[in-house]
């Protein structure tokens, strides 16, 4: 018999140590991401689990975002790109997407999207030709780790680590907010809240969240926000000045990450999900990560197109132009109003 629950304070232990174990569990499974999405975004998360005789078999976090511009969809899991059923076996699985099907027509959702998932459930539509993974194996050795780089590539690392570059980690988000909004911005899009980032920080502690930054002089030049889950780090946010190429910073940025991972225990680097036919997408072929595909799964009840929110659509060709010529404080400021819609 298995009954689906709310996550709430006394279940929360329960869940954690569930999506530490379970293999299609991911770091956009823990708890945590609730109280981040309501209180960064003010959309209502409905994180739900599948148990049976005391024991949790299945987890599922889903966010209700609505949107005056976009509509309204039930996202797992919202302002992450991972999520979905995870579970150990097939009956929880069903009856957590039983639930979710269940709850999209009683709050009036448009569609139900699960991100960067192993099974899709039966029926629904499926995409897996926009975003591709890239990861590695850490090598041990720091020579070994350097070949793993494609020649070309390794000489701009190398040279990057000769470079006058110091290596901070930082314990609040300015100087990575400085950079990443920036960078947001020359591409055209909304930023997030600086409160977002101060919100993760606070959230997921030091053991989970860090910032590391480059600097030249003194000078913040690369920044990057990244998670810890498992055997893996994953840079997740990442920020450059316009200086930052001829510094080498942004190679720097991420092989002191990588060899910093590797000290404190962690053997894989998780470099993310990009479009492909982006610059982040090319950057890391040209590091040696090897692209995989990554499905997405879209429940439409009315039928239909999955919804294209992605900057690639042609159709937010004008508004990424404007959004690139209005003055940062202004985009800044009105960024987080927008980005709560978009998930």
Known sequence: MIEIKNLDASSEAAWEQFVTHCPEATFFHKAGWRRVIEKSFGQRAYFVFAESDGEI????????????????????????????????????????????????????????????????????????DLYYAFSWDIAANEDDNLKQIPRKQRAVVRKAIAADLDCIMETNEDNFFGL??????????????????????????PDCCDI????????????????????????????????????GANDLMY????RRAHERGYTIFDFGRSKIGT???????????????ITHAYYLPDGGEPPNTNPSNPKYDLMIKAWQ???????NMIGPHIIRGIG
Not at 184 to 200: D, E, I, M
Not at 279 to 293: E, S, V
């Open 180 to 205: 990443f909004s920036a960078s947001v911005h020359r591409l055209g899009t909304p930023v997030q809240s600086k409160k977002y980032f101060a919100n993760l920080l606070q959230e997921f502690g």
């Open 212 to 247: 590391l930054t480059i600097t030249a002089s003194g000078e913040p030049m690369s920044s990057v926000l990244s998670f810890y889950f498992r055997d893996a780090v994953l840079p997740y946010f990442t920020g450059g000045s316009l200086a930052a190429r001829q510094y």
């Open 325 to 331: 010529r209005m003055p940062l404080p202004l985009a």
């Open 57 to 128: 078999h299945g987890v599922l976090p889903l966010v209700h975002v609505k949107s005056m511009l976009f509509g309204s969809g039930l996202i797992s899991t919202a302002f992450t790109v991972g999520g979905g059923t995870a579970a150990t076996n097939e009956p929880a699985r069903h009856a957590l997407d039983q639930y979710a099907q269940r709850l999209c027509k009683e709050v009036g959702a448009r569609y139900i999207e699960y991100r960067g998932i192993t099974h899709a459930p039966d029926g629904w539509a499926k995409r897996d």
């Open 279 to 293: 610059g982040p997408y090319n950057f890391k072929k040209n590091w040696g990560f090897t692209p995989a595909p």
């Open 255 to 258: 092989w002191r990450l990588m």
